[in-house]
């Protein structure tokens, strides 16, 4: 069996729960666990914390396979419903829904209730990606609240740059969300991570974390130690060959690399395949026995190679990590010109997954 895994740290991820409630403490908590849990699996992660308050999805079937394993936790559909053919299940098992368009309002009275639903309004406050304009916000919230099936909850909006500190983006859409939602009823949700970590006045009722929990950097430049938070995601593989090259031979496709020296040089069990990222130049650091290696050449589908000459000593069968515990992922992002989050939600399915309890 090749070994090429991802180990899932399950205390890791208790504990970025509980840096959530430290930073965040007068707000309840809707761990975000969409996308499979962001790569680390969506049961697992669900089961996994049953002391977060309530679960964030994006579609009614990741809301499905939660009840399915008994999760009893309310479950926010962060889209809604896309379709009304959703809302009979969305009334049986409960899910709550996030309703950000005024046609889903509309929608919503061809359908015939038999139980009530619980609805957030979601408010565009300037990252124009899903939410009712500032102008609709008070005659919608005064639509559900007169609906006589629907449990108007309260409002939400989401922040475009709150991974910046720099940018004045997120007090300007927080002063516009207070300003709309100063005389509505119900309660109020705004921060993400970002939030969570560099915007303290973003936190209000619900929290709304995600990458953090993963044990991930939400910032620009930042990285998990600096906010307390640890790994939860390692990408492991192993050497399987090594050979010395002489100066001026090249490694991989395109023949992209050529060894400045004569130079042991390794191939490591890991590729695009895996979901490791095709474009991590020459450079990014690779964990071998523990101390970091430079990848040299192309990466492929199945295998890259590492430059060995600070560890001429390295055998087959050595152990390789690509990110997590001890090579953070925020520094292989930036190598590959990428965001953790797509590394993290990239992990293709021939990677075994190893849960530490
Ligand atoms: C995914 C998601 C989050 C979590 O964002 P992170 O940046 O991962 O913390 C929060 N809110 C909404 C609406 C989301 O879709």
């Known amino acids: 069996m090749r070994h090429t895994q991802v180990h899932?740290?399950?205390?890791?991820?208790?504990?970025?729960?509980?840096?959530?409630?430290?930073?965040?403490?007068?707000?309840?908590?809707?761990?975000?666990?969409?996308?499979?849990?962001?790569?680390?699996?969506?049961?697992?992660?669900?089961?996994?914390?049953?002391?977060?308050?309530?679960?964030?999805?994006a579609c009614i079937d990741e809301a499905l396979q939660l009840r399915s394993i008994g999760i009893e936790q309310p479950i926010i559909l962060l889209e809604g419903f896309f379709h009304v053919d959703e809302l009979p299940q969305a009334e049986q098992y409960g899910f709550d829904l996030v309703l950000h368009h005024p046609s889903?309002?509309?929608?919503?009275?061809?359908?015939?209730?038999?139980?009530?639903?619980?609805?957030?309004?979601?408010?565009?406050?300037?990252?124009?990606?899903?939410?009712?304009?500032?102008?609709?916000?008070?005659?919608?919230?005064?639509?559900?609240?007169?609906?006589?099936?629907?449990?108007?909850?309260?409002?939400?909006?989401?922040?475009?740059?709150?991974?910046?500190?720099?940018?004045?983006?997120?007090?300007?859409?927080?002063?516009?969300?207070?300003?709309?939602?100063?005389?509505?009823?119900?309660?109020?949700?705004?921060?993400?991570?970002?939030?969570?970590?560099?915007?303290?006045?973003?936190h209000v009722d619900w929290v709304r974390p995600g990458i953090m929990l993963y044990g991930v950097s939400p910032l620009l430049g930042g990285r998990a130690e600096q906010h307390g938070l640890r790994p939860v995601m390692t990408l492991r593989s192993e050497l399987i060959a090594t050979r010395t090259l002489s100066a001026g031979e090249a490694v991989g496709y395109g023949a992209s690399w050529r060894c400045p020296e004569t130079m042991p040089i390794g191939i490591v069990a890991v590729g695009y395949g895996d979901g490791y990222p095709r474009h991590a130049r020459s450079g990014t650091p690779v964990l071998l026995n523990g101390r970091e290696v430079p990848l040299i050449g192309r990466v492929s589908m199945d295998m890259l190679a590492v430059d060995l000459r600070s560890q001429p000593q390295a055998q087959i069968g050595d152990p390789v990590v690509l990110w997590g515990k001890g090579l953070p992922i925020e520094v292989i992002a930036e190598h590959a010109e990428t965001i953790p989050y797509e590394l993290l939600c990239g992990i293709t399915r021939r990677v075994e997954c190893v849960a530490v309890p």
């Open 8 to 57: 899932i740290d399950l205390p890791a991820l208790r504990h970025n729960l509980l840096q959530v409630r430290r930073l965040a403490p007068h707000s309840k908590v809707m761990a975000a666990i969409k996308a499979n849990g962001y790569g680390h699996g969506l049961e697992r992660v669900a089961l996994a914390l049953p002391e977060a308050d309530a679960f964030g999805v």
């Open 104 to 202: 889903q309002v509309d929608k919503l009275s061809q359908h015939r209730f038999h139980q009530p639903i619980r609805v957030w309004l979601k408010i565009d406050t300037g990252m124009h990606r899903l939410g009712v304009a500032p102008e609709e916000v008070a005659p919608l919230w005064q639509r559900l609240v007169e609906h006589p099936w629907l449990v108007p909850l309260g409002q939400m909006t989401h922040l475009a740059c709150a991974d910046d500190s720099d940018s004045p983006m997120t007090e300007q859409q927080l002063a516009l969300f207070a300003s709309l939602t100063a005389g509505l009823s119900g309660i109020q949700a705004i921060a993400n991570s970002a939030g969570i970590i560099a915007w303290p006045s973003s």
